[in-house]
């Protein structure tokens, strides 16, 4: 009934007990207002996941962030230990966040093509909160946006909660699909197209060059702005991905997200935005007004790892860890899963997508690898009419976890077949 | 019309001057993007202060957060060269937020009378976060919220976004007047009461014990469930204040709100929510939907703060600074505007309240001072039917800037008088 709370010392208790009895006191009803607020609730599967990650023992094949091992703890502390007195941030930084760091980044951006100043750059908790403001900020209610399917998008609510509707556009080895787009923009009223071209989460895909231009040809065309989420661009494996869209932007069709959370470390908590500069005022005065802007010390950090050179330095090390992961989770692949699943090698990001051949619920082969250890991300997360499909994540887990959580998600599969 | 975006070396141009003419290939009318937003924007006055705080040569009498001169920098420095390796969190937190925090502020909270634990405690990032979390996550579209009036709530767009009414309730020199609360509550169907019990914003007023007791008993015989903005709280200079009303709570009637904003540093972004467990759950699950968690590196800080003991070294220190300024504002008041205003002595935080006895358009005040160098808070801010109060806080400029700025605008005052 809502009414659970704590007690000191970890134990929680039901308070007032006499709730939903004639109590000549009745507490509030907790669970009316739980129920009614305007933002969805996660769906089940990933409120499941959730909880699950931080249960001991646990092997995370899905988790789409860098593994505890690879996390720069010994360099974020070196830059706190370097800081002289003074130089950090501990007030409140301007709405588009800290100046310094925006210069650094209007730097780093410069070295994928894409020409931009600190006054077009806002900062972030992370893409997602981008995303979030973008939703409130710059769209009706029951506005429709284009986006690749499956997608990442799919798992998150920040459009759905307020009353707006994705529309899935079938992607190829290529990226997304341009042909139907035309029809889609027309026939939903879209208001935007939003694309991660760059190691896609959750295929791998690598939206080739060609079609690039293509998308942003008949963007352009369309009058029809874009969201390039691009928070996986740096973690190539083989080669530097082409340019970003943003790069070859000339009519400010596009807004470009970034974050430090894929390469660096999820918990700095730290994203920007890139684009006209109107409307990151609008999103900069959005944020301001729901959490003041983004912690400062994390800021302070962030612009250190630019500004000393120590982000190159980290990055092609974590090239190169994740390179051998992918090696070690393709080669487990083939040993356990040729028969019954087909998959691409991806040349950049975090993730392989596998099709499990035969027909098989996915939601069942969720619960039944849970309750034997393996927390996956199943398809269905990134594609509301459902998938045979398991986003298997090289990132998060150690080598040998997902050697030995391949072989027996192998062996579930199998049981669950016959 | 939205087409400004900044080109790398600092400047910025306008893109596409084409734009309007009759372009074949138009780009998106951002302009009507940043018009259709769900989310309303901030006040001219707040987006001017929020502009005008980073300028320099410029005098904040209004500013409410703790000077850079009172900010922690040798400690924080001294807490992360202090940190072992491995032990900084740097990857993503539990949706609850960092565990170990969670603990240490269950502790705080228990010497003031709060009983809880970890697991009825989310961490946010800031207590307007908390506010939007709620808003979103229990509320109907159409609700009404019942708050003091004048109250800090009115300066932040956070419910009425979500098309809800804020109806606000007279204060008197004990807090919130009570008789009219059951009424308004029946009349308007309000849903929650928001209150800020100690050193009100922007008035300053301590609630009594009396009249604590009053509100509770009020709100639980009519089921009306309190958010209770207790951010000030550890900030009083001659005696701690009552007890929070959360103390008294055996109904899990109240939503507590807490912060390191006001006491040790904005820019570290940490507050904190306390309530009943399915509501927290709520309240987390989407935190984690909107910005994955509050920053990692800001939540272990914000932990070796409380653990040290050094939050406590450190409140001491800025209780003995902040009496010092708020009597030489005092001081600086009875000089040269005991003519003119009228205002109380506050027991804590960081405002005095004053009431410009003439006529005069708090308007006119706030760009006249502004023109001169001086950032104001005018009343009108806290309460949309306006009135003749400034909101002067003795936090942030210096006791040197304080009266040069408050003779300056005695000054101004006695001009716009003529």
Redesign the interface.
């Known amino acids: 009934m ?11 208790k039901v ?2 007990t006499t ?1 939903n009895l004639l109590a000549s ?7 009316s ?2 129920k ?7 769906t089940p599967t990933i ?1 499941a996941i ?2 699950a ?2 249960q001991s023992d646990i092997i995370r094949l899905g988790t789409g ?2 593994s ?1 091992e690879l ?4 360099q ?2 070196a830059l ?2 370097q ?1 002289a ?2 130089t ?8 588009k966040g800290n100046f310094f760091l925006r210069q650094q980044l ?2 780093h951006l ?1 070295e994928s093509g894409i ?7 806002l900062i972030v ?2 893409a ?2 981008a995303l ?1 403001l973008i ?7 029951g506005s429709s946006i284009l986006l690749e399917k499956p997608s990442y998008l799919y798992s ?3 459009f759905q ?2 009353d707006m509707r994705l529309v899935g556009v079938p992607m190829d080895n290529q990226g997304i699909q341009t042909s139907i787009i035309e029809q889609y923009k027309r026939q939903y009223n879209a ?1 935007l197209l939003y694309s991660i071209p760059s190691f896609h989460n959750p295929t791998g895909t690598l939206m080739t060059e060609t079609r690039r231009k293509q998308v942003m040809e008949l963007c ?2 369309l ?3 874009l969201i390039e989420d691009d928070v996986y661009r740096d973690l190539w494996m083989d080669a530097p991905p082409p340019s970003p869209l943003k790069a070859t932007d ?4 596009v807004l470009y997200l970034g974050s430090m ?1 894929k390469s660096v ?6 994203g920007w935005v890139v ?5 990151i005022d ?1 999103l900069a ?2 944020k ?11 800021q302070w ?1 962030a612009a250190e790892w630019f500004s000393t050179g120590l982000y190159h330095e980290h990055l092609s090390d974590i090239r190169e860890e994740l390179r051998d992961r992918r090696d070690a989770t393709i080669q487990t692949l083939n040993k356990h899963f040729k028969e019954i699943a087909s998959w691409k090698v991806p040349k950049g990001g975090f993730y392989i997508w596998i099709h499990i051949i035969p027909n098989l619920s996915m939601h069942e082969l969720f619960s039944k690898a849970l309750k034997k250890g393996i927390l996956l991300n199943p398809g269905y997360l990134y594609d509301y009419n459902g998938n045979q499909c398991l986003r298997i994540s090289y990132s998060y887990a150690s080598i040998s976890e997902i050697k030995k959580g391949i072989a027996l998600l192998a062996t579930i599969v199998k049981q669950l077949l016959k």
Chains 1, 2 share one sequence.
């Open positions: 809502g009414l659970i709370e704590g007690k000191s010392g970890g134990g929680t308070i007032n709730w006191t009745p507490p509030p009803d907790w669970n207002y739980v009614a607020g305007i933002h969805k609730p996660n409120q959730n909880q990650e931080f962030e860098l505890p996390l720069p703890y010994y974020t502390k706190f230990q800081a007195d003074q950090m941030s501990l007030g409140y930084e301007e709405p209007a730097l410069k020409q931009t100043s600190p006054s077009a750059i908790s992370g997602l909160q979030q939703s409130i900020g710059l769209l009706h209610k998150v609510h920040v909660s307020n208001s352009e065309q009058s029809l702005p000339k009519n400010g069709m959370s470390s999820p918990g700095l908590r730290i684009g006209p500069e109107p409307v609008r005065d959005i301001m007004q729901t959490d003041y802007g983004s912690s400062a010390l994390s950090a």
